[in-house]
């Protein structure tokens, strides 16, 4: 109940933030209710429909992070003191963001499934002609045959339950017993993530390049979903491991970033925006090397698809796309936001000390300009070496 008092007292800004959590739980929702109707329309092909369930894993994660971000930003979990004279403790201001994020995330579900129904013609009516001008067809939907509607419910759960579960995690109190002079070297210090997240994105893209020879064409067992596109699955286990080694050489790609800014004897400006990148690069990176990973997926997906037309895209395969893209971008667009958040003081000190507001527009431009000459062509190359193998 508080949970959702506080939801309904939110700024407008806070409540849309959460209005695109429910967004996107929509349509992870409506993804996983086509396998189930893709499974009650085709008994016999149940491996067909397990590969479509399984990449459902994609946006689901993907919703999972950008709800777990959202609640870092949300201004009710930042209110430590005033909670805690309520009797709430960080633990229980965890669990009650974890319950605001399953909320929404069950508003979102609920929703995805009365407009699988609506499109079913479950709910009165003939079904309607809406799924086929998006190119849905009753194959996905499994119209006119019945559909097992608690095993919707229990299936959709799984969208709420890992949102708050993520959400519960990300915002356990960590470092309550440490003072801030002994936290503010810590979060200055450089992560150690870079060598490690290199070698196992080299590791994913050299087992891309073992796995795709001479499978590319041949049909694959993990199609995706809405058509029969193959897709390996050792190319796709490469294209995980790489994943896997972008998100953890994030944090280390933007303290290097830092480092190269305050590189040699920089001036006011420079240090400034070195300092910054440094000091966030823990909060800024594992968004930005999720975004990196998915922009170099995209990236090698789409050169290959217009590359072999035998491949075309289904419309299914295009919403979890949309929801990962947008997830992903939201994510990173909410953490620099909390960066900026947590630079309030630091800035407010500056602006008293003289600093023109200029000069502050300028580092924050130095540092998004640092970031992308440094990530960009590290996405690019890593994407360009995840394609090659799938075209020879």
Not at 73 to 94: C, E, F, I, N, Q
Not at 356 to 369: F, H, I, K, N, Q
Request: glycine residues 10%.
């Amino acid at each position: 109940m508080l949970a959702l008092r506080l939801a309904r007292r939110s700024h407008p800004v806070v409540l849309l933030r959460r209005l695109f959590v429910t967004a996107a739980a929509f349509g992870t929702g409506f993804l996983l209710l086509s396998t189930l109707g893709h499974a009650a329309g085709h008994p016999a092909s149940a491996d067909d429909s397990l590969a479509r369930l399984l990449w459902c894993a994609a946006p689901l994660a993907a919703t999972a992070q950008l709800a777990a971000s959202v609640a870092r930003t949300d201004p009710a979990a930042r209110l430590h003191r005033g909670m805690a004279a309520a009797g709430l403790g960080p633990l229980r201001l965890a669990l009650l963001a974890a319950a605001s994020t399953a909320l929404f995330c069950l508003l979102g579900v609920l929703l995805s499934l009365l407009a699988f129904l609506r499109l079913r013609g479950d709910l009165g009516g003939a079904p309607s002609t809406a799924a086929g001008g998006f190119g849905i067809g009753s194959d996905v939907l499994g119209t006119g045959h019945p559909f097992p509607l608690v095993g919707a419910l229990m299936l959709l759960s799984i969208v709420p339950l890992t949102a708050a579960a993520t959400t519960a995690v990300a915002l356990r109190p960590r470092s309550a017993d440490i003072s801030p002079e002994a936290e503010a070297p810590t979060k200055a210090a450089n992560p150690s993530g870079l060598p490690w997240g290199m070698a196992l994105t080299a590791a994913g893209l050299a087992i891309e390049a073992y796995a795709s020879r001479g499978t590319v064409t041949s049909g694959g067992l993990l199609p995706l979903p809405g058509r029969l596109v193959s897709s390996p699955p050792g190319v796709l286990s490469g294209w995980a491991l790489s994943t896997v080694g972008l998100v953890l050489a994030g944090p280390g790609l933007v303290h290097l970033c830092g480092r190269l800014l305050c590189a040699g004897r920089p001036g006011g400006l420079r240090l400034l925006a070195g300092r910054v990148l440094q000091e966030e690069s823990r909060r800024l990176g594992r968004p930005l090397g999720v975004l990196c990973a998915v922009a170099s997926a995209t990236y090698a997906a789409v050169h290959v698809y217009d590359t072999e037309h035998t491949r075309p895209y289904g419309p299914l395969t295009a919403v979890g796309a949309t929801v990962v893209v947008a997830c992903v971008t939201a994510s990173a667009l909410t953490a620099a936001l909390e960066s900026r958040s947590a630079r309030a003081r630091t800035t407010a000190a500056l602006r008293r000390l003289g600093a023109p507001g200029s000069t502050l527009r300028r580092a924050a431009a130095l540092r998004a300009a640092a970031v992308g000459i440094v990530v960009g062509p590290l996405t690019w190359a890593v994407a360009e070496m995840a394609t090659l193998p799938l075209l020879r």
